[in-house]
């Protein structure tokens, strides 16, 4: 049997080495939009015979049926390709929509021409939006969306519902926190990188760490290596079937305390990290409580956002 994972590029990068290091027979398809050509080529050539690579647009139905023609073993989707950015610069609206609303439906469509029953596809926690009560549970209901990005999660999500129902297949939908920590592909163009890693690399950089607002308010966090992880105890679910989601978040943690973490791992590493608090700050709020049906499977993300942070520091300073 065999895996495709649409999407290799930083979560999707970790996903596809912890399934070839596990024996895995991989395809995937990206059109390097927003990941690294080099660590592709570096498991290319680590895992030769058993990982196949179809460069190309994933909103483009030849694409996909090259990636499923390239081995009929195919039994199951990881959906990862993205036009992931909230970054007003990182793309077009119309590539956004292409890559997050078009290509999750010709995939679904491909499943279907090609019998793979099940898809699992990274989303978002940000679908139950900014105001959360003091417990969220997966049955909570969408709330505000500030971008394209994350507003294209609240249809790819009915989308796989409307799949699951009509076609029978399995869509699990893992809402994934903000992800951090050191992977296969690190980026440094600030647009495509999270709160984390780009204070990580400020720090390094000597440049102020600017935090906004929202700064006091909880955020979801997830290590890179537990979103990887979270997206296979997902598939490996067999009691879940149809259209399911799964929160997968390791802490709640204010994005002002991330600023904090950075500074003073930095400092630990002689580096001078200054702060900046941009605008007026909203009031703290307390974390809420988040629950997973992952637990049901006894998958509990452990990974701490002070060891991504350490970690991450050490290969800024370390790398070229
Ligand atoms: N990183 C996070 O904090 C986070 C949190 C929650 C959910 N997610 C979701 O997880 C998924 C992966 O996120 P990521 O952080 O790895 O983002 P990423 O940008 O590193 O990965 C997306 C990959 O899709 C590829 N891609 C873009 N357009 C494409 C196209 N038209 N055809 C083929 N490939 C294309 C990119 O080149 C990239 O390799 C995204 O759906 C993202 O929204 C990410």
Known sequence: ???????????????????????????????????????????????????????GNAGRPAVLRQAFETCPQIDLVFGLAAQSSAHPDAASPRYTENTNLLAPRLLLEAMVSYGVRTLVYASSFRVYGDELPPVVAEDLTYGRFGDLSHLSKCYVEKLMEMYAWRHGLRCLTVRLGVTYGLGPVMKKDYSFMTAPNKFCLQATRGEKIAVYGSGPNPTAFIHVADAAGAMRAAASYETLGGYVAVNAVSEMVPVSSVAAIVADEGRRRSL?????????????????????????????????????????????????
């Open 1 to 55: 049997m065999a895996v495709l994972v649409t999407g290799v590029g930083y979560i999707g990068a970790q996903l596809v080495k912890d399934l070839l290091a596990d024996g895995e027979e991989v395809v995937a398809v990206d059109n390097l939009f927003s990941t690294d050509a080099s660590a592709i080529a570096l498991l290319q050539k680590d895992h030769n015979s058993r990982f196949h690579f179809v460069k």
């Open 272 to 320: 001078d990290v200054a702060i900046v608090i941009e605008g007026s700050q909203n009031e703290a709020k307390a974390a809420p409580r988040v629950l997973s049906r992952l637990d049901e499977v006894g998958f509990r993300p452990g990974r701490r956002l002070r060891d991504g942070v350490a970690e991450m520091i050490d290969y800024f300073l370390s790398a070229p």
